[in-house]
């Protein structure tokens, strides 16, 4: 199969989330800002953003939904990006458990 028709290499959502965000020229707070203006959920704040985004917490579903709809972009490519981030996260337990011994 030609290179251009694989799928391409998954990303974790905390590299896909800063990437979505900065094209559309938004700061973190901007984000929260849109998400609570979106959602009509005051829960989010600035930080909540941040962790997404420095692999700390992966957004949820319902996170996922809203983020799709303010980032213009299919929530399908967040929840494929959310698997991967938990596929990482449970190989580096296991070989952090393997060294660890």
């Known amino acids: 199969m030609p290179a251009d028709e694989r799928e391409p290499r998954p990303e974790p959502i905390s ?37 997404w985004e420095r692999g700390k917490r992966i957004p ?16 399908h490519e967040l929840e494929r990006a959310a698997a991967f981030e938990r596929r990482l996260r449970r190989q580096h337990r296991k070989q952090m458990s393997t060294i660890n011994g």
Do not use: F, K, M
């Open 15 to 51: 590299e896909i989330l800063p990437e979505l965000r900065r094209v559309q020229g938004l700061t973190q707070c901007d984000l929260a800002e849109r998400l609570h203006s979106a959602s009509g959920n005051d829960s989010i704040t600035r930080e909540e953003v941040s962790r």
């Open 60 to 75: 949820g579903p319902y996170w996922r939904a809203w983020l799709g709809q303010v980032l213009d972009t299919p929530e």
